[in-house]
């Protein structure tokens, strides 16, 4: 079984996804003033923190003549690590800081703080989940208080300052401590509930719903692999003990080829059980949508994000801003749809490229990837990594939100997101699904029963893009009855199946899950399947990007004629070779 992280870009330097200025206003405010009548240099902020965590390397910027720097680093033997025109960075510890500061020739001291370009913004700020946090509008704050997310992966590095007494059980199915040694699962459980960041240049981090509980399934070993039925018993595991830990969300950053219908995987069966207990089983669709040379990659889903149990969650890349006008499909997503089932993923995607998150320093990926540390060190430390294993993690945040809003089932929960999510022509529903989650516009559909505009960095964003969403009834939601929501005149059926008009048929009679059934007819423009499921036509519009396909029997999966895009890219039907 391979990990759900993307290994594509190894040899990009990664930018740091917060705003370069928002580290530069925190550089440059004052630290605590010292007893009145004693000199004290002004200091940022980085450097207070450095002073009060007494820490033993710290790079400071003195400005003054080169004599001056001279005389400065003999009076309190400090290394010049660097000379500059205006002054010279200082290698120094506390104590030779606290002394620095004191001196009457210093007016004021600087952190030599790493400073990153806008390429990347915050995974957070563009799904709107920044909103949430502060309560928009007619919501209250939510931070995921109470609900618990088990985190199956490679182990949880409890240490972190970022995940400390966030973690309420630990199993380890590999026969281990629990102890994340590969980095993969610490980064995972970042993004989904860690704390805000300690020192100066971490404050801007922060998980998706801080106020969540994470269990520490460990299934993964040293060099981020494991096998199928470690994954099945944390799977059984987190049934077993729902009620003790209240597990409401599972998050599965992992994946493995497809070899199989989803009936029969193992994997997918386990997955099923858990969902139909009452957990959310967010999974992460795969990192295998593109080939080497560029082409694209249909049919790559992973299992079990090929289960239509799962929510399924492709990747974005936000381009290093929140505005969502740039927002493109990441080139790695894995694609829909499901081999042997042909079924309709990934459900949503969400901010997938260069997620910054908890990084355990002596992890092999801390250590084979330096270039992707960003901020912070020790049990502050954050790096970056890219793959569809982040936006499950971010969307599995964002589950947790809705789920302090009010208690959801697991078809519930998903059919909120994707309502909610902001449909992405480009790349179709076989890319991203319903499109990129809006965890504002989910939060506020699940509150007072409204679609509505929201606006996230400063762009207004129509709730339900795709479904072209209008209003509702006032009856209170529910997710224990049916519910009935009017969108565009037409009318959805929540709870035991949904039904769009006369068009889509979405969900199944017994209400276990929702699959883009054997027949759905989608307006008129596109046909999927026959009443017996063996062939499909797909026409002109949602799907592929204006792509004409005909697609031969289910039977025999091979046999399958592509059309291009409308960008010219050729299109290449997945194998398990591709993973």
């Known amino acids: 079984m391979s990990n759900g992280v993307n290994h594509s870009e190894p040899r990009q330097p990664l930018a740091r996804m917060a705003a370069a200025a928002a580290f530069l206003s925190f550089a440059l405010a004052a630290g605590p003033a010292f007893a009145a009548g004693l000199h004290a240099a002004r200091i940022s902020a980085d450097l207070a923190d450095h002073l009060q ?30 000379r500059l025109k205006s002054g010279a960075v200082f290698l120094v510890n506390a104590g030779q800081l606290g002394a620095l500061r004191q001196d009457e020739t210093v007016d ?25 946090w502060a309560g928009a509008v007619v919501l209250r704050p939510l931070s995921g208080k109470g609900v618990s997310v088990a985190v199956i992966d490679s182990g949880i590095d409890t240490r972190h300052n970022a995940l400390r007494g966030r973690v309420i059980a630990t199993k380890d199915f590999t026969g281990g401590d629990g102890m994340d040694r590969y980095g993969h699962g610490t980064h995972v459980a970042g993004i989904i509930a860690g704390q805000v960041g300690q020192t100066a240049d971490t404050r801007e981090f922060r998980g998706i719903a801080s106020g969540a509980y994470l269990l520490n399934l460990r299934v993964l070993g ?12 944390a799977l059984d595991w987190s ?26 995987d ?21 990192n295998n949508g593109g080939t080497a040379d560029g082409k694209a990659v249909y049919g790559s889903i992973s299992s079990p994000a090929n289960s239509p149990y799962a929510l399924t969650v492709g990747a974005i890349d936000t381009h290093g801003t929140a505005v969502r006008s740039d927002d493109t499909l990441a080139k790695y997503s894995s694609k829909g749809p499901t081999k042997y089932d042909l079924i309709i993923k990934p459900d949503v995607a969400a901010p997938g490229s260069h997620i910054a998150s908890a990084e355990t320093v002596e992890s092999y990926l801390s250590k084979a990837h330096p270039e992707r540390h960003v901020a912070g060190s020790g049990r502050d430390s954050y790096f970056q990594l890219s793959g569809t294993s982040m936006s499950a993690g971010v969307v599995s945040g964002a589950v947790a939100l809705l789920l302090d809003e009010r208690r959801l089932t697991p078809a519930d929960a998903k059919a909120v997101l994707q309502l909610t999510s902001s449909f992405m022509p480009e790349a179709g529903m076989l890319g991203a699904g319903a499109g990129m ?16 505009t929201t606006s996230i960095a400063g762009e207004d964003v129509v709730a339900g893009g795709f479904f072209t969403a209008s209003t509702t009834s006032s009856e209170p939601f ?7 929501l009017t969108v565009a005149a037409k009318q959805i059926l929540w709870g035991t199946s949904i039904v769009w008009g006369t068009s889509i048929v979405w969900g199944t009679s017994a209400g276990d899950s929702i699959v883009w059934g054997t027949s759905i007819v989608w307006g008129t423009s596109i046909v999927w399947g026959t009443s017996d499921g063996d062939s499909i036509v797909w026409g002109t519009n949602q799907l592929l990007r ?34």
């Open 222 to 233: 040293d060099d981020g692999s494991g096998t199928v039925s470690d994954v099945v018993e």
């Open 266 to 286: 193992p994997l997918c069966e386990a997955l099923e059980r858990a969902v139909k207990a009452g957990i959310t089983v967010v999974v992460a669709a795969g």
């Open 437 to 452: 989650v809006n965890a504002v516009a989910a939060a506020e559909l699940v509150h007072n029963n409204r679609f509505g």
């Open 239 to 264: 049934i077993e003990h729902r009620v003790e830990y209240d597990i409401k969300v599972i998050n599965m950053s992992i994946g493995t080829p497809v070899l199989q219908p989803y009936r029969d």
């Open 53 to 82: 965590h007494n820490s033993q390397a710290i790079r400071v910027i003195v400005d003054g003549d080169q004599a001056q720097i001279d005389v400065l680093a003999a009076r309190y033997n400090l290394t010049i690590a660097r």
């Open 108 to 132: 004021h001291l600087s952190g030599d703080i790493r400073i990153r370009s806008l390429f990347d913004a915050s995974a957070a700020e563009s799904i709107g989940a920044d909103q949430v």
């Open 546 to 579: 204006g792509a004409s396909i005909v697609w031969g029997t289910s039977s025999a999966g091979d046999s399958i004629v592509w059309g291009t895009s409308s960008d010219g890219d050729s299109i290449v039907w997945g194998t398990a070779d591709t993973f």
């Open 478 to 484: 529910a997710s224990a009855v049916p519910r009935r």
